[in-house]
């Protein structure tokens, strides 16, 4: 693709308008890296502050009016103006994903013949002053512009991963939803906040402090431990067809008195008292069970409110005190279960904490860990697939290269107050929803990522899959209905979407010539494009026997017609927040 802008950008530690800039000759030069990536604060010896004010921009020349494409992202605010004119802005709610890259957000913007002047208003963020910015295909960009995706069936590219697990488990009364779980073939129940939910059993089930209530009691008599509930609890999980994935530690608190977020008062003795909770889930100890329950997690967002904060949610203590706490659990329940994976700590996104983490359980005796368990919440699924790779690289960089990488909470969030948090739930329970969550489990297993665990499967304003009062399935539901259909067809192969905007999709195929393909139009805006036409080319040859399953406002991956045109494509119109499932053979 041709380029189009200056390699040489000027940068202004101020907010420029576009006639100001036009005045100003000056500022300090600087040029992207290959990722079209810098940071502003290394533009000086001392870092600007947050929230401090910039202009970046960039003269460049054309030799006819044209569409141009771009691709940015930044932290955390920025508005790019073209010729004066403001073709996208990420104010007020900023850059949504907490990694920065050129996929985070792309769009267009029409430039003239003669002299352009591209303007990106920027405002720091309170880690970095990170921007990246690239110049994009405009067919890729374009959501309207007919697209053909290519397939290749024969080009095996590796498993279908568990990008449809969730939190939590199914519903059981006098209504449930057992049935529709065991049809979705969930593969994996983390239990986290089950504790908020009255009908698995409310405050007495799961959290460490709730299953041994006294931690003055001895950690090696049965009669000190309360597992009645939980048992129940994860028996459902495991009625339904899923596996347990068991978070050790406790619930979210925000109420200002706490009980199960304190810091433990002897790391070595709560070590121990986790021990025997496996024990007793893996190997019958204290009338237990063999429940094979493979991934143990250590806490739950430890980094989520600073060392100062007058009200903690998560864990009472300093991030030093969770350091040597999660080396002390770690190594101690790796020593006694070589052969389980032994993991956490459900980081809540604040990747320089990520960082100070692992460095200090590098330190010394290297402390084992399994899998690195992490959250994101947003609106985007390119800023869900930037993380995915930047959290697997921090991970390699500290030498943990065989660690899993799991997103194990995860949804939509436009954000957290006010109109926004009631759009976000709206959005969550609706066809919207659906379509995101099954477009961020395609970036999913199509990034370096090992599983999602969606939040939340329980009943609460967060459960996109089943009605929170009927138990009924939810257009969510046929997201993950989608998504088990691929993982039993078992491998991925080839799929060359083009990179096109608002395109997220899988390809999946047995060893007996049967294949899928799950293809999704995702967009976050209100204002949404038009239809798109859309073929799938089977690299070269007929698509026989094609079923195409629609999800949308009237449908419930419900079989429609579908055409094959002569030269053997399978072409359809697929409207904005809508996918299809298409069953083929091959």
């Not at 604060?41 to 044209?66: C, I, K, S, V």
């Not at 920025?78 to 920065?100: D, H, Q």
């Not at 052969?339 to 359980?361: N, Y």
């Amino acid at each position: 693709m041709k380029q189009y802008l200056c390699p040489e950008w000027l940068f202004i530690p101020d907010n420029l308008s576009d006639k100001e800039t036009d005045n100003v000759q000056k500022g300090i030069p600087f040029q992207l890296d290959d990722a079209g990536f810098i940071d502003f604060d290394q533009l000086r010896e001392t870092p600007f502050q947050p929230e401090d004010d910039g202009t970046a921009y960039n003269r460049f020349h054309l030799d006819r009016d044209m569409e141009l494409g771009f691709g940015m992202g930044c932290d955390w605010w920025a508005e790019v103006r073209l010729n004066g004119t403001v073709i996208y802005t990420t104010f007020p709610n900023g850059n949504a994903s907490p990694c920065f890259d050129a996929d985070n957000h792309s769009f267009t913007g029409r430039g003239r013949k003669g002299e352009n002047l591209l303007t990106v208003r920027v405002r720091r963020g309170t880690g970095s002053w990170s921007f990246a910015f690239m110049e994009r295909d405009i067919e890729e960009i374009d959501p309207c512009k007919p697209l053909e995706i290519s397939a290749y069936p024969n080009r095996l590219i590796g498993r279908i991963k568990p990008m449809n697990a969730v939190n939590n488990g199914p519903v059981r009364g006098r209504l449930n939803n057992i049935d529709s779980w065991k049809a979705a073939a969930i593969p994996y129940a983390r239990n986290h906040d089950a504790a908020f939910y009255s009908g698995y059993g409310g405050e007495h089930i799961v959290d460490v402090h709730a299953v041994f209530p006294n931690f003055d009691a001895d950690p090696d008599d049965p009669a000190a431990y309360d597992f009645l509930l939980t048992d129940q609890y994860l028996q459902l999980i495991q009625e339904a067809g899923a596996q347990v994935f068991y978070r050790l530690g406790s619930k979210i608190e925000h109420k200002i008195k706490k009980y199960g977020t304190k810091v433990p008062p002897d790391f070595c003795k709560w070590a121990v008292i986790c021990e025997h909770i496996i024990r007793h889930y893996n190997e019958g100890w204290a009338d237990g069970f063999h429940m094979n329950i493979q991934y143990w997690e250590i806490w739950n967002e430890p980094d989520l409110d600073p060392d100062d904060a007058v009200n903690k949610r998560t864990w009472q203590g300093t991030e030093k005190q969770f350091f040597d706490f999660y080396r002390t659990a770690a190594c101690h329940l790796k020593k006694c279960f070589p052969k389980l994976k032994i993991g956490g700590p459900a980081l809540s996104g604040k990747l320089p904490w990520m960082k100070r983490f692992l460095a200090a359980i590098c330190e010394g005796e290297r402390v084992p860990l399994d899998f690195f368990s992490w959250h994101l919440y947003g609106t985007q699924p390119n800023a869900f697939q930037s993380c995915m790779r930047t959290v697997r690289n921090i991970l390699d960089e500290f030498g943990y290269n065989t660690a899993e990488s799991i997103l194990n909470e995860w949804n939509y969030v436009r954000n957290w107050t006010d109109e926004g948090y009631r759009k976000t739930v709206e959005t969550i329970t609706g066809l919207k929803g659906a379509v995101f969550a099954s477009s961020v489990m395609c970036a999913g297993q199509n990034s370096p990522l090992d599983m999602l665990m969606y939040y939340d499967a329980r009943p609460s304003r967060f459960n996109g899959i089943f009605d929170f009062y009927t138990q009924k399935p939810l257009k969510g539901y046929y997201a993950f209905l989608a998504w088990s259909k691929l993982a039993k067809l078992g491998t991925q192969f080839c799929l060359d979407t083009h990179r096109k905007n608002g395109i997220f999709a899988v390809g999946a195929t047995d060893k007996n010539g049967h294949a899928a393909i799950l293809i999704n139009r995702y967009f976050e805006s209100d204002n949404l494009p038009d239809a798109l036409e859309l073929s799938v080319n089977l690299s070269g040859k007929a698509m026989r026997n094609p079923i195409v399953y629609l999800l949308d406002d009237s449908h419930d991956l419900e079989q429609v017609p579908c055409q094959v045109d002569a030269e053997g494509k399978l072409n359809m119109v697929l409207k904005a927040n809508t996918l299809v499932y298409i069953e083929f053979s091959c």
